[in-house]
């Protein structure tokens, strides 16, 4: 599916991730009016909302929704695990796109992972229910290592560079004091070989949110700052294969990204070769591994020279992960996806500080969410 109408991204906002506690209803407010004031608007010019988010109860999006103003819009709860803020912000362009409104937003917020079970409920035991998520991936790390001769100094370098990229950015939940190393990395406990506490993503609570708009808002507000375009938005959820294996409740079959990035390559008309910097689901360093070779950003078997090269730090050649990602910045869940968006706008923007990729032009955001579901975005500066 193609947008009928182009649309641009006006305003983010966020809230600082971490282990905090602050209440999930000040984390959404202070989202919500950092974007609000960020594209220049009050809640009142604001057509639909749509708000991501995964613990808590049921009417918290529309109770919460109530501190921002009372316009009588549209409200409408999201839920999509990991990738919640992802397909919030899809929802918000699409309602632009399809001319139901001139203006949209998108608001993730979360308390701790730890809550999400609860929010779950309790499920028929299988090995979707049973295999947790740092064990999944323990699996494909050594699957990796096996078939490509991977090494653990490897995984040690992303998770590391992450942990850096996270230093300098204040809304992080991981700020080291000084410079990590992989080192250091390889030197906290083990989780599950060969992956250690280090290469875990943070799983504190955060928030973030997005303000999308027509061509016409974006140009009246934009205020001298260049237009940030969403180029491409694409989800899909999992494909049977033959030899499918039903692992869902992880992040489902790695073809799903494969599969999804093509369709938003071919709906922005642009390659891999065209991107400046990306941001992924990194849970754990294994996946940011995969997801250079399935996003194309190199050819299969090679993501361990990118890693090598440095190519994917904040300097190289196609950085990602800008803002610390899930390993770095954190991962509550529900504003993930949006707290990738904040990034990638700012990015093209040219407002990002010390962590500011020179001349980035485009940039793109992929979430994966249990069950399992594949988003990803592509965002374009324009004068």
């Given at each position: 599916m193609t947008m009928e109408r182009d649309v641009y991204v006006i305003g983010v906002g966020i809230h600082r991730f971490g282990k905090h506690d602050v209440s999930r209803r000040d984390m959404h407010y202070v989202a919500g009016i950092t974007a609000l004031e960020d594209a220049g608007l009050s809640f009142k010019d604001v057509g639909a909302l749509y708000t991501g988010f995964i613990g808590g109860a049921m009417l918290d999006g529309v109770t919460y929704a109530k501190d921002l103003g009372l316009t009588g819009l549209p409200v409408v709860h999201i839920e999509n695990a990991s990738a919640t803020g992802s397909s919030a912000f899809r929802e918000a362009v699409m309602s632009v796109a399809g001319g139901s409104t001139e203006v949209a937003m998108a608001i993730g917020f979360d308390g701790r992972l730890g809550n999400v079970a609860q929010a779950v409920g309790p499920r028929r035991p299988s090995m979707d229910t049973n295999l947790l998520p740092a064990a999944f991936f323990a699996f494909w790390a050594v699957r990796r290592m096996h078939d490509n001769g991977t090494t653990v100094e490897t995984y040690a370098k992303i998770a590391a560079k992450n942990w850096n990229h996270a230093r300098f950015?204040?809304?992080?939940?991981?700020?080291?004091?000084?410079?990590?190393?992989?080192?250091?990395?390889?030197?906290?406990?083990?989780?599950?070989?060969?992956?250690?506490?280090?290469?875990?993503?943070?799983?504190?609570?955060?928030?973030?949110?997005?303000?999308?708009?027509?061509?016409?808002?974006?140009?009246?507000?934009?205020?001298?700052?260049?237009l940030v375009r969403v180029a491409a938005s694409q989800m899909q959820s999992e494909r049977y294969q033959p030899g499918h294996v039903f692992l869902g409740a992880i992040v489902g079959p790695s073809e799903s990204t494969r599969i999804t990035a093509n369709l938003a390559y071919e709906e922005a008309g642009l390659g891999p070769e065209d991107l400046d910097l990306v941001h992924v689901h990194d849970a754990f360093p294994i996946e940011e591994l995969m997801y250079y070779e399935l996003l194309g950003i190199c050819p299969e078997g090679e993501g361990d020279r990118l890693v090598a090269e440095g190519a994917t730090t904040i300097g190289g050649r196609i950085p990602f992960s800008t803002d610390g990602g899930l390993i770095g910045r954190g991962h509550p869940g529900g504003p993930t996806g949006l707290a990738q968006i904040w990034d990638v706008t700012q990015q093209l923007r040219g407002e990002s500080g010390v962590r500011q990729v020179e001349g980035a032009q485009v940039g793109l955001a992929h979430m994966m969410g249990a069950g399992s579901v594949c988003v990803v975005h592509i965002l374009q500066r324009e004068s």
């Open positions: 950015n204040k809304y992080a939940e991981r700020q080291a004091e000084q410079e990590i190393t992989p080192e250091v990395v390889l030197a906290a406990p083990l989780v599950a070989y060969p992956h250690t506490a280090m290469m875990a993503c943070g799983a504190g609570a955060g928030a973030a949110a997005a303000i999308v708009a027509t061509r016409q808002v974006a140009e009246r507000l934009a205020n001298g700052r260049p």
